[in-house]
């Protein structure tokens, strides 16, 4: 009877069916890095949904999903197959987190910007049973995982900036630098906005992202530009006086309006551009200038 008993439990065993697996490799990444979603474990031929959803930091939804198929395996790999409906069609690794959008019913006009960037997004991953939708009730989660997005990878610094009547944070990369260094300018809507600044820095650029209306701590009112050239140029003065920034290599980018004293720093204010450095970009009203000296 011993003998039979352990038969019985290895048959049991080999008849053992694991569940579903979605992962996504790696799990904590910068906004901009390519994440491998997968999943296994599944019937051949099978329909599936792969859906992500996450909240904004006004609470608001955002979601995206795609439809697969899996192959002989029984697996799918987004960095590989193709979606055949949903957000997006075609191969695209990253369609779940560009595709992103309200969900159904949110309040009107929502834009996403991230305020704290000491924060990640939440983004939660989910592979749902055939071809289906956020909106539709019934759904059969089969798995699931949760990413982390971040724009300020480990060891960014983030110093906030109120001198010589400058309002900006400042991010600074890991390590003793001198960094190559931007002036990061944002548009009309005001404010301070970091998470572009933040991101440079996490790839190796110090970042002083720069408020120049809609913000408190600016004179005059909060709806109208009440500086001029002088605090442009002051604040791309406190870049080239940092001790942790190489002073030969400062770049300004400019969104929307921001692009109007972009151009002036480059071209009036009196700071030194190597022409053969200067990259002008224009898309869709954004006009990005690079420039610094030659070594």
């Known amino acids: 009877m011993f003998v039979c008993f352990l038969i019985g439990e290895v048959r049991r065993k080999s008849s053992f069916r694991q569940s579903p697996l979605l992962t996504a490799t790696p799990v904590r990444a910068l906004i901009d890095e390519q994440i491998s979603i997968k999943g296994r474990f599944l019937s051949q031929n099978y329909p599936v ?15 995206a999903f795609a439809h697969y198929t899996t ?3 029984g697996s799918i790999n ?9 957000s997006y069609v075609g191969c695209e690794p990253m ?8 969900a159904l019913g949110s309040r009107e006009g929502l834009r996403l910007r991230k305020r704290n960037v000491e924060t990640p997004y939440m983004v939660n991953i989910s592979l749902l049973e055939g071809h289906t939708s956020p909106s539709e009730g019934q759904r059969t989660e089969l798995a699931a995982v949760t990413t982390e997005r971040w724009y300020m990878a480990p060891g960014v610094r983030r110093i906030e900036i109120r001198q010589n009547n400058i309002v900006g944070t400042l991010f600074l990369p890991p390590g003793p630098g001198p960094f ?6 944002w ?12 991101l440079f820095a996490s790839r190796g650029f110090a970042s002083l992202s720069v408020a120049y209306m809609g913000h408190k701590d600016l004179p005059g009112p909060q709806h109208i530009m009440s500086v001029g050239d002088s605090y ?3 604040a791309f003065q406190l870049l080239q006086d ?3 920034v190489d002073a030969d290599r400062i770049g300004v980018i400019g969104l929307s309006y921001g692009v109007v004293p972009t151009l002036r720093i480059a071209t009036t204010i009196g700071f030194k551009v190597n022409p053969k450095l200067a990259c002008f970009e224009i898309c869709n009203m954004i006009i990005t200038v690079l420039f610094a000296s030659e070594k």
């Open 78 to 86: 987004l960095t590989s197959d193709h979606s055949v409906g949903g």
């Open 49 to 63: 949904t792969v859906c992500a959803q996450m909240h904004s930091e006004e609470g608001d939804l955002w979601e």
């Open 71 to 73: 192959n002989a395996s």
């Open 187 to 198: 548009g009309m809507g005001g404010g301070l906005l970091e998470y572009r600044s933040a």
């Open 180 to 185: 190559p260094a931007m002036l990061d300018l």
């Open 95 to 102: 369609g779940l987190f560009w595709a992103l959008e309200p």
């Open 232 to 234: 442009f140029k002051s």
């Open 242 to 244: 940092h001790c942790q």
